[in-house]
């Protein structure tokens, strides 16, 4: 199982970007999927969620501006990410926990991204 973030970019504050994370592979069902960001220094903090039947939570500092949206069809979770400021800085990483194959039988785990990088300047 593979997660493919990308999207990530240099922008001027007040901004906008959007983040995309595609699952792949040997996995037959996708529940809540996430996305987590790491600013230098910093501990990775939760941006936002959205579980396997679309409810989404955020976190305090991104809610109302950033919004968090998935395709089933696509295996593929979105960050819209608008009005950015200098402190949305940071290594975006997509989450996802899934239900996969291994070997003949099945199993269940979290799965992360590689992380694509946001810059935002003043």
């Known amino acids: 199982v593979q997660l493919q973030a990308s999207g990530g970019g240099l922008v001027q504050a007040g901004g906008s970007l959007r983040l995309s994370c595609t699952v792949s592979?040997?996995?037959?069902?996708?529940?809540?999927m996430s996305w987590y960001r790491q600013a230098p220094g910093k501990q990775r903090e939760l941006v936002a969620l959205?579980?396997?039947?679309?409810?989404?939570n955020y976190g305090h500092s991104v809610e109302g501006r950033f919004t968090i949206s998935r395709d089933n069809d696509k295996n593929t979770m979105y960050l819209q990410m608008n009005s950015l400021k200098p402190e949305d800085t940071a290594v975006y990483y997509c989450?996802?926990?899934?239900?996969?194959?291994?070997?003949?039988?099945?199993?269940?785990?979290?799965?992360w991204g590689q992380g694509t990088l946001v810059t935002v300047s003043s």
């Open positions: 959205i579980t396997g039947v679309g409810s989404t």
């Open positions: 592979g040997n996995f037959f069902a996708i529940n809540a």
């Open positions: 989450n996802a926990a899934l239900h996969y194959y291994r070997g003949s039988s099945r199993s269940a785990g979290d799965f």
